[in-house]
Structure formats: structure tokens, C-alpha cells
């Protein structure tokens, strides 16, 4: 794995200081050329350092991937959430992204004992939504993740017992669901109720009479 310094932050900020008159631009850390693009000095071939992490809530984190995912599903599927199993090629590209924003995390901060609470959310999150997407719990137990920090590996497994309580609270919502609708009809309906009690009422006076005049 690659480890990500704040030394790249640091040479990320110095492209950024260079003030002529009122108007400020940016120039080379290296040569102070104008000639930059976001990658090298055109004039020096300095190359700057890329912040690929970003923020643990900004335009690069898990949650704009999440954003970017749902916003591009046709309507339809938002409207009707069980759809999407259609869109096999998107569900397939999202994963991908998924995948790879974990991966990411894991080479940033594999020496890096105190990320700060933000990427330790963000981790825990995106595990849950990986989960989700039916990503096996197996490839967060992999020996691979063995020699992530400590922070990391603990956000990894509150995010696995989240997802564990909310397919519990899934299934017995579903599992009771008719249940639930039976006492809603009661809830709404009242004189069911009293049809349902009429109805075993008489069921048993005649179960009754019967045994009576079989005597």
C-alpha cells in the first residue's frame, strides 16, 4: 500500500501564493513559473502532488460517490426502489467506485494511527452501504486489512454490526408485516372486529349444540 503524507497537503498549498498587484494566481512550488496545469509545471516538469483522499465529507468522499449514484437513476427507480436491480451495468460501475474509495482510504491511512473522526464515519458508512450491495462481509475479514490502524479496523467492524441490525430490523419488519396489516384493519376498520367476534361466537354455540344434541 502507498502511504499518503501531509506532505503532499504542503505542496498542494504552496502552488496557491502568489500574489501580483490585487490579483492572486498560482504558480510553480519549484521554479515560481506561471505555466502550471493541476499535474506539472509546464516550464520546470515539477510534478505537484494530488490530494486523491479530499475531504472525509467533500466531492471525492463516499457520500458525493453515493450522490453522484443516485441522482443519475432514472426517476422511475427512485420512485419504485426495487427497479434497480435492473440496472445491472450501473449497480455494477457504483460497486466499482465503492470498491475503490475503500481501497483509497486503506492506502491513505494505513500509517496513520489518527485519521480524525470524519474518515472513521466515512469508513464505517461505506462498509454498510458495500454490505448493502451485497459485497460478501469476507473481503472486509480478508488478511489484507490485517495491518490497518486500529481506528480503521474498528470502524470496519462497527460498519459490519450496523448492517447486521438493520437487515434484523428488516426481516422482521417483513416477516410481521401481516400481522401489522391485520392490526391496522382492526385500527381502522372497527366493525371487522366485531364481525370477526360475531363470526367466532356463533362458530362455537354451534360446535356446541352439536355436541349437545349428539349427546
Known amino acids: 500500500m502507498n502511504t499518503y503524507s501531509s506532505s503532499n497537503t504542503e505542496l498542494i498549498k504552496k502552488t496557491k501564493s502568489k ?3 490585487k490579483l492572486k494566481v498560482e504558480v510553480c512550488p519549484k521554479c515560481e513559473s506561471f505555466y502550471i496545469t493541476s499535474r506539472e509545471c509546464e516550464a520546470c516538469g515539477f510534478q505537484f502532488a494530488i490530494d486523491r483522499v479530499g475531504e472525509a465529507f467533500g466531492e471525492k468522499s463516499f457520500y458525493a460517490i453515493k450522490d453522484s449514484y443516485v441522482s443519475s437513476l432514472p426517476s422511475l427507480v427512485r ?18 467506485e465503492l470498491k ?3 481501497q483509497l482510504l486503506a492506502d ?7 485519521p480524525g473522526s ?3 464515519i466515512e469508513v464505517k458508512d461505506l462498509v454498510v452501504e458495500m ?21 480503521f479496523q474498528i470502524s470496519i467492524s462497527e460498519g459490519l454490526n450496523e448492517y447486521h ?6 426481516d422482521f419488519a417483513r ?6 396489516e391485520l392490526l391496522k384493519s382492526f385500527t381502522f376498520y372497527p366493525f371487522a372486529k366485531w364481525i370477526l367476534i360475531y363470526g367466532l361466537g356463533l362458530s362455537l354455540a354451534l360446535y356446541v349444540a352439536r355436541i349437545s344434541y349428539s349427546s
Open 165 to 170: 441490525w438493520q437487515k434484523k430490523s428488516q
Open 100 to 102: 475503490r474509495r475503500f
Open 19 to 21: 500574489i501580483i498587484g
Open 108 to 114: 491513505a491511512f494505513e500509517n496513520d494511527p489518527r
Open 131 to 151: 454490505r448493502d450491495y451485497k459485497i460478501s462481509e469476507s473481503y472486509f475479514l480478508d488478511e489484507k486489512w490485517g495491518a490497518l490502524p486500529l481506528w
Open 79 to 96: 420512485v419504485f426502489p426495487h427497479l434497480e436491480k435492473f440496472l445491472e451495468g450501473k449497480i455494477r460501475t457504483y460497486l466499482f
Open 118 to 120: 470524519e474518515f472513521a
Open 175 to 180: 416477516d410481521n408485516k401481516s400481522f401489522f
